[in-house]
């Protein structure tokens, strides 16, 4: 069954926290995985790889470089999940 | 020689090695003899030939913080966790520019492995294997290189005087030590942040080490097994940690007022261009790191009255070394104590000049020497004042100096030395 938004946004804070120590309660829709979170390119292959574990959605690295935010992410996995 | 030759002083020392977690621990414990060898517990270990080694006694991801923690390789960490020792140690409260008794673009670092980051490069080549492309780390190669540990302490500590990692085998720390005297003495840098680090303690360098009949398989006597100068010696055992010093122009340092625990008086440095592995056996090589120093500096033979010896526990390097010491030195070799830490600690390769330089920096801020142990039957040929079994008081007044030997497969021949301010 396909996560909703809120399951989304918790998935991703809980591996931000994972990998960048931040808080989950700091991990919100409008953060930027770099300016905000502590999360850098060589991190966020790292998110994205977990990500795609967790929600079951593929992510070509042509697309990464557009998911700037929380939100950004959130909404692609939303519409790419299967 | 050097473009201003100025004096170079060590302002703080760092450590985390099988003894403790820091350098008191580490020291307490080689004054008392301790061994920190143990039996290797993991699976991976019941079926190889070689079962024991000098394992970290404090963990370093107890101490960074996980993130931080993750993306090193364990080597760095090791480095890390003794760089901030020592950098506390020197009496820095903050990195250099946050700190403003210390310019950023005067501060250099070099920290030294022997393997560099080999448990990751194995570590990632099963995740390749098991789980597949997508999932390898991409902090791969950041955590794999050489001078990842170096690179990290100069971004901890904002060094932009230069970032180097000599890699010369088990000389390796040594070398580094060396390279940041000259940075110093010649004017590139008034501080640098120096040592050795390695973390090898996995199947591949052991089996490997093991089958090129190198190490100790004593696995009953774990902590019997690092013997040097005794006739039973059989082969080094392996070691793990990090051993950092902080080396400061003489002038900088009484400029802030900081802590001298030492002058870093220089180093000699030859190579064998004999065999890639095997030392050459009539010490000449040595002797001749050991004349370049002499050369180099001006150090009196007759104020050294302690020696960190190599010394690893193998059936001829240790008797070569104290051939190259008695060729170089004559008679003043009599009236220095020497000894072998690596009784205690194992073999650190690439650590073991930074642990090492820790602990005779130590021997002469206490004016004592470390014991070695498990020389039960000294080999007759051990024709030097070998430390037996109990520490060992150094003179009590005066100027004295002491040696740090170090050589590494290769042919390399490092020898630092240090004296008493």
């Known amino acids: 069954m396909a996560a909703t938004q809120e399951e989304i946004v918790k998935g991703l804070a809980d591996i931000v926290n ?24 060589l991190s966020m292959v790292e998110v994205v790889v977990a990500a795609e574990e967790r929600f079951d959605v593929k992510i070509p690295d042509d697309d990464v470089k557009n998911l700037k935010t929380v939100g950004d992410a959130t909404k692609y996995i939303l519409e790419h999940q299967s | 020689m050097n473009a201003t030759n100025r004096t170079v002083v060590v302002t703080g020392i760092g450590a985390t090695t099988p003894l403790g977690g820091d350098s008191a621990s580490t020291w307490e414990a080689l004054l008392a003899g301790r061994s920190g060898v143990s039996t290797l517990e993991q699976d991976w270990a019941a079926e190889l030939p070689v079962r024991i080694a000098g394992q970290i006694a404090v963990e370093p991801t107890e101490i960074l ?8 390789d364990r080597s760095a960490q090791f480095a890390l966790v003794a760089a901030q ?6 009496g820095f409260t903050a990195k250099a520019g946050e700190d403003t008794s210390i310019n950023p673009d005067r501060l250099g670092a070099v920290i030294a492995s022997g393997i560099g980051g080999v448990t990751t490069l194995l570590d990632q080549y099963d995740v390749l294997k098991e789980k597949g492309v997508r999932r390898v780390s991409p902090h791969t190669v950041p955590m794999l290189m050489p001078n990842s540990p170096s690179a990290n302490v100069g971004i901890e500590f904002n060094a932009r005087a230069g970032v180097h990692t000599p890699v010369s085998a088990c000389a390796s720390g040594a070398e580094a030590i060396g390279y940041a005297i000259e940075m110093i003495r010649s004017g590139r840098a008034d501080v640098v942040v120096a040592g050795g680090t390695e973390a090898a303690i996995h199947p591949l360098p052991i089996v490997a080490f093991g089958n090129m009949m190198a190490m100790s398989k004593n696995n009953d006597d774990p902590q019997g097994a690092s013997r040097p100068w005794d006739v039973n010696r059989n082969g080094f055992v392996l070691g793990e940690g990090a051993g950092v010093i902080v080396l400061e122009s003489e002038e900088h340092a009484r400029a802030r007022g900081a802590t001298i625990y030492a002058e870093a008086v220089g180093q000699g ?13 009539s010490g000449n090589g040595i002797a001749a790191a050991l004349q370049n120093l002499l050369g180099n500096t001006d150090l009196d033979p007759a104020e050294i009255v302690h020696v960190n010896a190599h010394a690893t526990s193998t059936p001829t390097g240790d008797v070569g070394e104290l ?4 060729k170089a030195f004559g008679d003043d070799l009599d009236h220095m104590a020497v000894t072998s830490t690596k009784s205690m ?4 390769l690439g650590g073991a000049g930074g642990v090492e330089t820790v602990a005779t920096v130590l021997a002469l801020k206490n004016r004592v020497a470390p014991p070695t142990i498990n020389v ?3 080999d007759p040929e051990a024709d030097a004042d070998i430390v037996r079994g109990e520490a060992r008081p150094l003179p009590a007044e005066g100027r004295i100096a002491a040696l740090n030997d170090s050589f590494g497969f290769g042919g390399h021949n490092v020898v630092l030395a240090f004296r008493t301010v």
Do not use: M, N, Y
Request: hydrophobic letters at 35%; aromatic letters at 4%.
């Open chain 2, 85 to 90: 020792e020592a950098w506390k140690d020197a």
């Open chain 2, 269 to 281: 440095i030859s190579s064998d261009a004999h065999h890639i592995t095997q030392p050459e056996p």
């Open chain 2, 65 to 72: 913080p996980r993130p931080q923690a993750r993306k090193l």
């Open chain 2, 323 to 326: 051939k190259a010491l008695r």
């Open chain 1, 18 to 41: 994972e990998i960048a120590g931040i808080p989950v309660e700091d991990v919100k829709l409008d953060k930027s995985f770099t300016d905000d979170l502590d999360v850098d390119s």
């Open chain 2, 376 to 378: 039960e039957t000294l």
């Open chain 2, 345 to 348: 600690t194992g073999h650190l």
